[in-house]
């Protein structure tokens, strides 16, 4: 297809279509970066599926496109980033005829990639008529025409027109799609169905289609799983059995029964290729069908397959949903290894200078555990990423450091500190590599009340001095320091054990966010003495005493002049107060800024997630519903980043940190990291 054409298309169609070009991204005439310019930091490690074209395979993830050239192995990635509409592909497919790649995505939008052009097709999106799920389960495409299966039906889409043709709507989930002859093949939960395309009949209408059924050689009720093309003979799984449609009958010839899930169907040296779970649930490995013997091939090369492909050259590109690429040549297993951090999940930045440390996470809205094993990661200078876990980093393993939930750089020494909501803290070494751990047994961190045997840190901050002041939630005692003499002491927070995130004033009074509804801010003084109990002072913040109207604070935040901003579910309050504080007054700023000459409260509607301010002291206000860029008075927006208007995968900000040298700001959501320079 003539890609020109596509193009003039657009001009005419332009509410239903965008276009977007790989080469449109700003960079310097060096490569360097430029103001404005968006980065992506996704895990490239996982496959959903996998399509080849004569020279390159292709790759999908949850989080974009990773493309392998054959010949030389060298590796391209696209994400949001680099123009594709979505995160979250569901499925793609490579069209040879017409040479291009045919992307869906899990919200109903389209791609399609040709060279250098990436076309944006909305319909499915758009389309209110669709009630629940919008994802493609499979897409195939024959002559001009692309096919759809999707939870709601078959769809058609005209290649040439780039208009939608007929859409087969069913009762039931179409897992997959094939077309042999003029014949076209749905599978679902209701079963195996056919429609001659030559017919005059009207393919919309679910009952001008053939079912298989008892009569065809299958069962009255089933599920078809899959259905493959191999040697133009057609192939079907149901959900532990095999068939091959026998042409001359038109009935199903039974292959092999298994003793678990078939989940696909491909092929491999000349035979049946399947892929299922085998003895744990979440592992899925591959088979042979081999005269009626299911040989299991390569066991050390899949751990969670859900796709596979052999190319020209005989060479198995296997797509792994648990750990690397990879691919099975000469027998051989060859893992490819990208980079990125090993999963979206986090909950918290840190910069060490230009290192990025990332924590995973665990922890729900409400501040329960979810259990997450998956670590921290790094960023080093050189854009390189490493990852540690369980798996590569034995502390994390021996002292059971889940829910790695809050990370704090030491202002002059190579310390980094990450605390666990299950185990305590780790304090790392940057230099030497070399770790420290601390919980309830060796220090004054407390056991939660209720769940002692749990040491739940869930706020981090080093003062100007090096001490580091801790969050202990739920402890009978829940603020802790460590002191830079080595000193451990732990503090009674009057009526309040709920706390979080802690920052820091000029002032060195600690503000302390208190989680849940009717939550506020603890301001906390520990007086000239830190270790007499009697010598602090401490005050609690919230909707009954202060200018914070909101139920709910998610985030505290220093700007670059030292006043306090605290994010709430109504907007931003801010607190430039000093001691005065602790006489109740100083309650609180809820910024008035003019919209269209209307005074209005600062982001009154907005449910505040995280607050950063760059190099200008402008505020990054990250909410539920994107990133709002403010001027350092605040009375005006500079942006407002959404996902439909800008690179961020999605609306759900979770934290921000601002990079000075470089001029970066990292962004946190709820599909993964990125940043823009500001």
């Known amino acids: 297809m003539d890609m020109r054409f596509l193009i003039a298309y657009l001009f005419l169609f332009f509410t239903c279509f965008s276009h977007a070009q790989l080469n449109d991204l700003p960079v310097n005439a060096n490569g360097s970066f430029v103001i404005g310019q968006w980065e992506s930091y996704l895990p490239k490690k996982l496959g959903k599926a996998v399509t080849q074209s004569e020279e390159t395979v292709f790759y999908a993830s949850a989080f974009g496109l990773t493309m392998i050239d054959k010949e030389d192995l060298s590796i391209r990635y696209l994400d949001k980033v680099d123009g594709l509409s979505e995160v979250e592909i569901s499925s793609l497919h490579y069209d040879s005829e017409n040479e291009f790649l045919i992307i869906a995505y899990k919200n109903g939008k389209l791609d399609i990639v040709d060279g250098q052009d990436i076309l944006f097709i909305s319909d499915f999106f758009n389309n209110t008529n669709i009630q629940g799920s919008r994802q493609t389960n499979k897409i195939i495409t024959k002559g001009s025409f692309a096919y759809f299966a999707t939870p709601f039906g078959l769809v058609q889409l005209n290649l040439n027109t780039l208009q939608f043709g007929f859409t087969c709507f069913t009762s039931f989930d179409v897992l997959d799609v094939e077309i042999k002859d003029d014949l076209i093949f749905i599978g679902g939960e209701s079963g195996l169905y056919s429609f001659d395309l030559n017919s005059n009949f009207n393919p919309s209408d679910i009952g001008a289609w053939k079912r298989f059924g008892e009569e065809e050689g299958l069962d009255s009720s089933y599920t078809c799983e899959s259905i493959h093309l191999f040697n133009n003979e057609l192939y079907i799984a149901t959900p532990q059995e095999i068939f091959k449609l026998d042409e001359q009958s038109q009935s199903f010839e039974f292959l092999y029964l298994h003793d678990q899930q078939v989940l696909f169907l491909s092929d491999y040296q000349n035979q049946i290729l399947f892929g299922s779970y085998i003895d744990d649930i979440n592992s899925i490995n591959l088979f042979q069908l081999e005269n009626g013997q299911g040989i299991l091939i390569e066991e050390n090369c899949t751990n969670s397959t859900r796709d596979a492909i052999e190319d020209q050259f005989g060479t198995l590109w296997i797509a792994d949903n648990f750990n690397d690429l990879r691919r099975l040549e000469d027998g051989e297993c060859k893992k490819i290894f990208p980079g990125g951090p090993s999963t979206s999940r986090m909950s918290e930045l840190a910069l060490d200078g230009q290192e990025l440390f990332v924590v995973s996470g665990g922890v729900s809205d409400n501040y329960t555990s979810t259990y997450s094993q998956s670590g921290y990661y790094l960023k080093n200078e050189d854009n390189a990423w490493k990852n540690f876990n369980r798996f590569n980093t034995p502390i994390i393993q021996n002292k059971e450091l889940v829910n790695l939930f809050t ?272």
């Open 407 to 678: 990370v704090a750089v030491h202002p002059f020494e190579p310390i980094v500190t990450i605390g666990s909501f299950y185990s305590g803290l780790i304090m790392l070494n940057t230099e030497t590599g070399e770790y420290t751990h601390y919980d309830k047994d060796n220090s004054s961190l407390l056991g939660a009340v209720g769940d002692l045997s749990r040491t739940r840190v869930s706020g981090l901050a080093y003062d100007e001095q090096g001490n580091l002041w801790v969050s202990n939630h739920l402890a009978s005692r829940p603020l802790s320091v460590f002191t830079v003499d080595g000193v451990w002491k732990n503090f009674e927070i009057r009526n309040k054990t709920n706390l979080a995130q802690i920052a820091i004033d000029q002032a060195g009074l600690k503000w302390i966010l208190v989680e849940g509804t009717g939550g506020g801010v603890i301001v906390f003084d520990e007086g000239a003495d830190m270790m007499n109990d009697d010598d602090n002072d401490q005050v609690f913040l919230n909707k009954g005493n202060s200018e914070i109207e909101g139920d709910k604070s998610f985030c505290v935040e220093a700007d670059r002049d030292g006043t306090i901003w605290l994010g709430t579910n109504i907007g931003p309050v801010a607190f430039n107060c000093g001691p005065s504080v602790f006489d109740l007054e100083c309650l609180g700023d809820r910024r008035i800024v003019l919209q269209d000459d209307i005074p209005a409260v600062l982001l009154a509607t907005e449910d505040i997630r995280s607050l950063a301010f760059d190099g200008a002291n402008r505020m990054w206000a990250g909410s539920k519903n994107g990133i709002f860029v403010l001027t350092p008075d605040t009375e005006n927006e500079v942006h407002h980043f959404t996902a439909e208007n800008s690179p961020l995968f999605d609306d759900g900000i979770i934290d921000l940190a601002y990079e000075a040298e470089e001029g970066i700001m990292y962004i946190a959501t709820d599909k993964g990291l990125l940043s823009i320079r500001s």
